[in-house]
């Protein structure tokens, strides 16, 4: 995707850029932080900017607190399917679940919040991990005319990946902004997710190349 095809009917995704998913954050994701000043500069050339914010309460199912004798980072069964446990994060209203501090925020039409139902993770700007309950995104866009989409933000193998695919899915023009993302990375998910978005028909781009 050149500057010229970044037209109106283009949006920007900005996913979970939060403090938790950040250096000294409860689930850090290793230089989260580094994506803050490339996706302020994207948010330039593209005129519909969308945020979604992690958004759990604390009583959350995905937490690893929240289950008896079960450490972070291991799966459990969940009704819908497989599920990470992860420390507790993102819990709402806490500084760890606000955005960035140097993220530019204002510009934003949209802010999406999900996860916040106690018994389903929300990985996808879409659909919860259910992968059937939709957030209205879709909708929104949709009744916008916005149907390309570049992805950026944390963490490019779980919410950037189920959101990038989801898109595809529903029909999107899905662009990833590679040095706009960074992973977590656990137990070969980085590889595995940049399969599935290449084979689902996700483009790469480098963040330059949006750059005249
Ligand atoms: C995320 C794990 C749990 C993410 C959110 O934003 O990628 N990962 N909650
Ligand atoms: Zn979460």
């Not at 607190?65 to 420390?87: E, S």
């Not at 916008?144 to 944390?154: A, C, D, I, P, V």
Request: with cysteine; glycine share 10%; proline share 4%.
């Amino acid at each position: 995707m050149r500057p010229a095809d970044l037209g109106g009917d283009t949006a920007l995704l900005i996913i979970d850029v939060q403090n938790d998913f950040c250096p000294g954050g409860a689930l850090a994701v290793a230089e989260g932080d580094a994506v803050v000043p490339v996706i302020n500069r994207l948010q330039g050339q593209v005129a519909t900017r969308i945020l979604t914010q992690d958004w759990h309460p604390a009583d959350h199912s995905s937490f690893a607190a929240n289950h008896k004798g079960v450490q972070p980072f291991t799966m459990i069964g969940m009704p819908y399917g497989a599920q990470v446990l992860w420390p507790t994060h993102c819990v709402q209203g806490s500084s760890g679940a606000a955005f960035h501090r140097d993220l530019r925020t204002d510009g934003a039409e949209l802010i999406i919040r999900k996860g916040f139902r106690p018994q389903i993770d929300s990985y996808s700007a879409f659909f919860e991990n259910d992968r059937k309950t939709p957030t209205g995104l879709a909708g929104y866009l949709r009744e916008r005319g916005l149907s390309k989409l570049l992805l950026t933000g944390l963490a490019t193998d779980y919410c950037v990946a189920y959101s990038a695919l989801d898109a595809r899915a529903l029909g999107f023009e899905v662009t990833l902004v590679e040095d706009a993302c960074r992973a977590i990375d656990m137990n070969g998910s980085l590889a595995s997710a940049m399969d599935e978005m290449r084979q689902s028909g996700v483009s790469l781009c480098a963040s330059d190349s949006l750059f005249s």
